[in-house]
């Protein structure tokens, strides 16, 4: 025995998943609306689609601090480039000096075993408060 036509499951099921993914992002951004032009919450902390549809198109056309919003993002990836080919290096080096030298082992070891049960996350906190921001 088949379920009725009308039942939810039924038609979830006959849903491709690209229009479930298009009508939640849809009522994410009526809720959204909703929220910030009812005046359920303030503008300072969650500011409507439509401001920030404007603060964005006047970054793009105007830039920020005298730089486009293209030379923004491209000096951000080389810094991300950068990071990530010196932590590459450095964790690759000290990988093979670990394994070369018993001694480096010995030194390196517990600072790495300190770190290794730690979330991923909890690094970036500690960086900002080892190295700072800016």
Known sequence: ???????IGTRLKATP?????????AAALAAWSAATGFGLVSDLFLPGPLDLWSGLQELWE?????RSLLEHIGLSMMRVGAGFLTG????TLLGLGMGFSRP?????????EFLR????????????????IG
Do not use: R
Request: overall charge negative.
């Open 117 to 132: 049960p730690l979330p991923q996350m909890a690094y970036l906190v500690l960086l900002i408060v080892w190295l700072g």
């Open 104 to 112: 480096l082992d010995a030194a390196a070891a517990p600072f790495i």
């Open 88 to 91: 590459a290096v450095t964790g």
């Open 62 to 66: 105007e830039g920020y601090k005298g």
């Open 1 to 7: 025995m088949s379920a009725p036509p009308f039942a």
């Open 17 to 25: 998943p690209w229009a479930v993914a298009l009508l939640s992002g």
